[in-house]
């Protein structure tokens, strides 16, 4: 599916992969994850990706099975490197209100990457 650069339009899109996940015999912590980290992946190519830029669109594939989730979103931004993103854990970074998006999508999903532009980011759930 293609949306707009829309909080509103990214809010149905989690929906429906949710909607999706219902279907199956996920745990509470599995749904709980799959929502955590598609609303920052979604919100981090909105933000950071399109920038707020409404003539830009979000590519959104996902494959919803009784074994595992795998979700891609691709923005059109012009990318960034996921290694040089500074670790929020860090006391110069605690106070600042962002910057925690990648890190909990590390935490919660079983595996997350991104493509080489860094525009990109799949990521896979697996039903424990």
Not at 65 to 91: L, R
């Amino acid at each position: 599916m293609v949306i707009p650069s829309e909080l509103d339009a990214a809010q149905k899109a989690e929906q429906e992969i949710l909607g999706e996940v219902a279907k199956h015999a996920y745990s509470e912590a599995c749904v709980f994850a799959i929502k955590l980290a598609v609303e920052e992946a979604l919100n981090n190519a909105i933000k950071h990706g399109n920038r707020f830029d409404s003539s830009k669109t979000i590519s959104l594939t996902f494959r919803v099975g009784p074994a595992e989730t795998a979700v891609t979103i691709t923005d059109q931004g012009s990318g960034f490197n996921p290694g040089v993103v500074p670790d929020p854990t860090k006391e110069e970074n605690l106070q600042k209100p962002t910057g925690r998006g990648i890190m909990l999508m590390r935490a919660y999903m079983d595996e997350v990457r991104f493509n080489e532009k860094g525009n990109q980011v799949h990521m896979v759930k697996r039903n424990t």
